[in-house]
Antibody, heavy 119, light 111 residues
């Protein structure tokens, strides 16, 4: 079964750090481009970051640029999102999503991991 | 990148057709024929319904169709069913620097 499973969310104070992980299975992870998409409580979807298949190219939304770092370990079939200098507005459900380059669309979504930034 | 504009809500009776609009700009929807649509039921992950503006992934009902005119993309749901009640988001490719921009989302209610 093709799936991605996120982990690592939790409660963190403003200014703190957190690292999210995403374990992929059922497809060739090393050939897949990947994204992080977030959804604040009761709000819409927002694209956060994208990484190419070998990790040599990354992109970020302006709202997280300089604070978040996307990376991957193809040997472990795992995607990461290192989040530093967290703000209250980063509170959201974070989805790990496969980028289907044949479609230019995101076709495999995890169930998400919740990040809450609060004192 | 600013979010694409969608109506907050659209409703229809069972069997009817509804259309959700998604308005962007010449930087995204207007330039690229790469609009995708996602369905999200409460508490669930989004599901890809349409890609490249009008194509359906395997397993998606042909009651869902997409189109585009200028800077506006549209999703039409025909033969509306109770199970179609959900939130719908459009998303456009917007270039290699900031590749994806989502719409504001539309809540579809089946009356």
């Amino acid at each position: 079964e093709v799936q991605v499973v996120e982990s690592g969310g939790g409660l963190v104070q403003p200014g703190g750090s957190l690292r999210l992980s995403c374990a992929a299975s059922g497809f060739t992870f090393s050939r897949s481009w990947m994204n992080w998409v977030r959804q604040a409580p009761g709000k819409g979807l927002v694209w956060v970051s994208r990484i190419n298949n070998d990790g040599s190219s990354t992109r970020y939304a302006d709202s997280v640029k300089g604070r978040f770092t996307i990376s991957r370990d193809n040997a472990k079939n795992t995607l990461y999102l290192q989040m530093n200098t967290l703000r209250a507005e980063d509170t959201a459900l974070y989805y790990c999503v496969r980028d289907n380059l044949d479609y230019y669309a995101m076709d495999v979504w995890g169930q998400g991991t919740t990040v809450t930034v609060s004192s | 990148q600013s979010a694409l504009t969608q109506p907050a809500s659209v409703s229809g009776s069972p069997g009817q057709s509804i259309t959700i609009s998604c308005t962007g700009s010449s930087s995204d929807v207007g330039t690229y024929d790469l609009v995708s649509w996602y369905q999200q039921h409460p508490g669930k992950a989004p599901k890809l319904m349409i890609y490249e503006g009008r194509k359906r992934p395997s397993g998606v009902s042909n009651r869902f169709s997409g189109s585009k005119s200028g800077n506006t993309a549209s999703l039409t749901i025909s033969g509306l069913q109770a199970e179609d009640e959900a939130d719908y988001y459009c998303c456009s490719y917007a270039g290699s620097s900031s590749p994806y921009v989502f719409g504001t989302g539309t809540k579809v209610t089946v009356l």
